[in-house]
């Protein structure tokens, strides 16, 4: 898998593991390969949960991480972790009903190695209780004693990201952490972490964060929707886009913010809805928070804009697909090489 050296370059990334794993996972071994230059932490959690909040707490205090990643159950102790920049990846927010659900009680094996040697653990009606005693824990740091929100809770919700695979067979908990945070993405995915989730879902929200924590500004490149298409136009989401397209998203959002724009069909409002299905389908994660809707793209500023429209006078450097100059995409990605931006 490729490495990007220059993300979270000298930065401290918690890993929290999910139920019966550790911090031998190959998610750990992802994280380090992918971030060459991070400092990756992953704790083996003691299998009671009072004993594993409390070492990630101390954990917390004592380096202070930059970033942190929880899964499955680890998401559900992440969003507890207030104070720090966080992704939860099916986080298991209601872990004692998951548990019940799916027979994740008795005798259980940890399906990684665990720096103490244990093999096995045992889940009785005192450890699901105490499951749940600590995940109704959730979301308390964004409410004061009284009901009222914290001084934090503005910013609290804005440092928190929740990913939520469509494949996801064990835990769905889109709707109560959405209901909480704004920032509840849908990826294509099951619940175990793979090299195609992480790098098509959970890096481009690291990007996000580590650019922001960083005042990093990439240049800012504006693709008209019906760029994408291999056919028609944007009224005429019925097909996949491209593959040139696709192949070229992923490779300029690793050096560009990337914005795609589609018409504002006032006339035709069940559209909006049809465009973001169409772009949630197959661009996914790098579209969500970065559509806009506008008839108006001259007033777009940023530093390019790929659009197979005639549109006058633009702010940012217009780049006509489908021209001489730009045939394909290919030859936009050429452009964009030669640039080395």
């Given at each position: 898998m490729e490495q990007f050296p220059d993300l979270l370059n000298g930065k401290t990334l918690l890993y929290v593991h999910g139920f019966a794993s550790s911090g031998q996972s190959g998610t750990v071994k992802r994280l380090r390969n992918a971030f060459p230059n991070a400092n990756v932490i992953a704790p083996d959690l003691p299998v009671h949960p009072e004993e594993a909040i409390a070492l990630l707490h101390q954990v917390c205090a004592d380096v202070h991480p930059d970033i942190i990643l929880g899964t499955s159950m680890g998401g559900m102790y992440a969003e507890q972790l207030y104070g720090y920049d966080r992704i939860l990846t099916n986080p298991a927010l209601c872990i004692a009903d998951t548990m019940a659900a799916h027979g994740l009680t008795g005798t259980q094996t940890f399906q990684n190695p665990r720096q103490d040697g244990q093999q096995t653990f045992y889940v009785d009606k005192a450890l699901v209780k105490a499951y749940r005693t600590v995940s109704e824990r959730r979301f308390s740091g964004l409410t004061t004693a009284d009901g009222q929100p914290s001084p934090t809770a503005a910013d609290e919700r804005r440092r928190v990201y929740g990913l939520f695979g469509d494949a996801d067979?064990?835990?769905?908990?889109?709707?109560?952490?959405?209901?909480?945070?704004?920032?509840?993405?849908?990826?294509?995915?099951?619940?175990?972490?793979?090299?195609?989730?992480?790098?098509?879902?959970?890096?481009?929200?690291?990007?996000?964060?580590?650019?922001?924590?960083?005042?990093?500004?990439?240049?800012?490149?504006?693709?008209?929707?019906?760029?994408?298409?291999?056919?028609?136009?944007?009224?005429?989401?019925?097909?996949?886009?491209?593959?040139?397209?696709?192949?070229?998203?992923?490779?300029?959002?690793?050096?560009?913010?990337?914005?795609?724009?589609?018409?504002?069909?006032?006339?035709?409002?069940?559209?909006?809805?049809?465009?973001?299905?169409?772009?949630?389908?197959?661009?996914?994660v790098p579209a969500w928070g970065h559509t806009i809707f506008t008839n108006q793209r001259h007033l777009l500023y940023g530093d390019y804009l790929v659009e197979a429209l005639s549109t006058a006078d633009t702010l940012a450097t217009r780049l006509e697909f489908g021209s001489d100059t730009f045939k394909s995409w290919d030859d936009l990605i050429t452009y964009f090489d030669r640039l080395g931006l």
């Open positions: 067979t064990l835990v769905d908990t889109f709707d109560l952490f959405h209901q909480h945070y704004p920032n509840a993405i849908s990826f294509h995915g099951e619940h175990r972490m793979d090299d195609h989730s992480f790098v098509h879902s959970v890096l481009p929200v690291i990007r996000w964060v580590d650019d922001r924590q960083e005042h990093r500004d990439r240049p800012i490149i504006y693709i008209g929707i019906e760029t994408l298409l291999n056919h028609g136009g944007p009224m005429h989401l019925d097909t996949p886009p491209a593959s040139s397209a696709q192949k070229a998203v992923r490779q300029l959002i690793a050096r560009y913010q990337l914005f795609f724009v589609a018409p504002a069909l006032t006339a035709q409002p069940s559209l909006y809805a049809t465009t973001t299905a169409w772009l949630q389908q197959y661009v996914n």
